[in-house]
């Protein structure tokens, strides 16, 4: 199977305005998502679209068929590790695309949502895999602050990879990185990585600003992953965040060790990050409302309340 599992170090280290770094020990699911339905049958644990301790929910992922807010007015295509432009705007799919992938208009799957999002944007993965790096819910709670998606066409090549950002919000935004990012591997062992800079306009937490560059460093995955994500203000880096990991082969009874080793992941998730925001408002960092702010998160799927309706005018 192409599915497997990642163990992973995940380490956070703030620049400015003042210094705060910390790392913690994960583990991530690498699912090709032509092989859901396999991996549901073939372990006990692992379910999709039902209860169990591990449950892949297709709607927890790239909700393309909701409104997109806020959307950007101007299209942009960007260059490997340089765009400061806006995402490009999507063109809809042509007739019977759905059919050819077997899937009604209505509620394509998630691989159907993701070709579509790729064909979208002049790549054409019909035929392809797309692997995705991400914790399902466990036991019923999932949070994902990013999930990655590596998108392979028919011959096998990398040509696309987004990264999937999720605040505590549940507020989600796709960050594309198109076939003009992808640096080729000088070694054919090390895998190609996708490289570029591109508006972050969105908010993750109250101590990092909207109105920066996210830029993205992400390597396809082999038998290591490699991730990373840097926030730049201008030239300055302010802020950076990597995942890297070991790949092992996803058994039953790896999957029954590590939900031992690692208990409640997505709950610890979820309180490290609250638990380092304690620490960064004693520390007298700058805070800022996400309701600040609200004209300036762009382009992302489910907003919260405090954006969702539109300013009053005075």
């Known amino acids: 199977m192409n599915s497997s599992l990642y163990e992973c170090r995940v380490m956070h280290h703030r620049f400015a305005p003042k210094a705060h770094q910390f790392s913690y020990r994960i583990f991530l699911f690498a699912i090709d998502l032509d092989e859901l339905e396999a991996l549901?049958?073939?372990f006990r644990l692992f379910s999709v679209n039902r209860a169990n301790l591990y449950s892949f929910r297709d709607r927890d992922y790239l909700p393309t068929g909701e409104a997109l807010h806020n959307a950007a007015d101007?299209?942009?295509?960007?260059?490997?590790?340089?765009?400061?432009?806006?995402?490009?705007?999507?063109?809809?799919?042509?007739?019977g695309f759905h059919a050819a992938l077997g899937m009604t208009e209505d509620r394509p799957n998630l691989k159907a949502r993701v070709v579509e999002f790729l064909a979208a944007r002049g790549v054409d993965l019909q035929g392809g895999r797309v692997l995705l790096v991400t914790l399902p819910r466990i036991f019923g709670y999932g949070f994902?602050?990013?999930?990655?998606y590596f998108c392979y066409d028919r011959a096998g090549r990398p040509v696309a990879a987004l990264a999937e950002v999720t605040n505590t919000f549940r507020e989600m935004k796709p960050y594309f990185l198109g076939p003009e990012t992808r640096v080729p591997a000088e070694a054919a062992s090390a895998g190609d990585t996708?490289?570029?800079?591109?508006?972050?306009?969105?908010?993750v937490s109250p101590y990092s600003e909207v109105d920066v560059a996210f830029d993205f460093n992400l390597r396809a995955p082999g038998g290591r992953l490699l991730a990373q994500i840097d926030d730049f203000r201008g030239s300055e880096r302010t802020l950076t965040s990597t995942v890297v990991g070991e790949r092992r082969e996803l058994t039953g009874a790896r999957l029954a060790w590590w939900t031992l080793k690692y208990p409640l992941l997505t709950l610890r998730v979820i309180t490290l990050i609250h638990w380092h925001a304690l620490q960064l408002w004693l520390k007298r960092l700058p805070w800022f409302s996400k309701a600040a702010r609200a004209g300036e998160q762009r382009d992302l799927y489910r907003p919260h309340a405090s954006i969702a309706q539109p300013a009053e005018q005075p």
């Open 40 to 42: 549901s049958r073939r």
């Open 74 to 95: 101007k299209a942009g295509q960007g260059s490997p590790g340089h765009s400061e432009r806006s995402e490009e705007s999507p063109s809809p799919p042509p007739a």
């Open 144 to 148: 994902n602050p990013v999930s990655f």
């Open 194 to 203: 996708f490289r570029r800079r591109m508006p972050k306009d969105f908010y």
